[in-house]
């Protein structure tokens, strides 16, 4: 589904990503992680083009997104709650708007997700009513509500009370059972663990090793791998 070749970022004179490569088949659970500054929120940013590349491919389904002629819009879903609007109408507005649903279907569907996730009483609810944890809930089904063919995830869990990480986990989990392709930067190593098909590990702008999460938390091969997952799997 996705094709990375030799993906280069610099801000300035600091270089960021130094040629990542990478294959992320459909139905795939990528889980990104490393330590901070190693690149791999750019990476991920860098997917659908809300940090453009300077080097570098980028194939989706065939489509080279890099190139100045393809419309990121058609690619692209950004994930944003409208203080303004109930959680219904937050999540129904881009189906009907986008892709021409009735407000009775988009209803309907939106009123079967929030079920879903446990807020099937929220619809009528106001984003400023909602917990951190009822909020990121919220985003994951409203991105679900226009049908993306992969779903990114930056850390989801990092501004959340730990209380609230798990409920928000919990929906992730079964997504990923749910064959629906997702890349996620997290430190949760027991969800990467649990939901990954391949476990990729960043480190100075490089992709220094990717592999099934078995292999790769039991036996890492590069000594930098190593020394990360001692620290951090005490």
């Known amino acids: ?3 990375v070749s030799n993906l280069c970022k610099s801000f300035g004179g600091l270089e960021v990503l130094k040629g990542v490569n990478v294959e992320i088949d459909k139905g795939d659970v990528i889980c990104v992680i ?4 190693s690149g791999k929120s750019t990476f991920l940013r860098c997917l659908n083009l809300l940090e453009v590349p300077t080097g570098g491919q980028i194939l989706f389904n065939g ?10 819009n058609l690619h692209r879903q950004k994930i944003n709650l409208f203080p303004h609007m109930t959680i219904l109408r937050n999540m129904t507005l881009a189906p009907v708007k986008l892709l021409h649903k009735s407000q009775e279907e988009a209803d309907a569907q939106a009123l079967k997700l929030l079920q879903r996730v446990g807020l099937g009483d929220r619809g009528n609810a106001y984003p400023a009513q909602l917990s951190g944890g009822q909020k990121q809930r919220v985003a994951i089904v409203r991105a679900l509500m226009m049908e993306p063919e992969v779903m990114l995830f930056d850390e989801p869990t990092s501004a959340l009370d730990p209380e609230m990480v798990q409920e ?3 929906i992730m989990i079964e997504l990923g059972h749910d064959n629906i ?6 430190h949760e190593m027991g969800f990467a663990r649990e939901v990954a098909d391949r476990v990729v590990f960043c480190d100075g702008g490089y992709i220094l090793e990717q592999g099934t999460p078995e292999h790769f938390f039991t036996n890492p091969q590069n000594e930098r791998t190593k020394a990360f997952l001692s620290k951090i799997l005490r």
Request: proline share 4%; net charge negative; aromatic share 0%.
């Open 34 to 37: 490393g330590p901070s500054g």
């Open 1 to 3: 589904m996705i094709t």
């Open 63 to 72: 489509v080279d997104i890099t190139d100045k002629s393809c419309n990121i």
């Open 168 to 170: 928000v986990l919990d």
């Open 181 to 186: 392709t997702m890349v996620v930067v997290t």
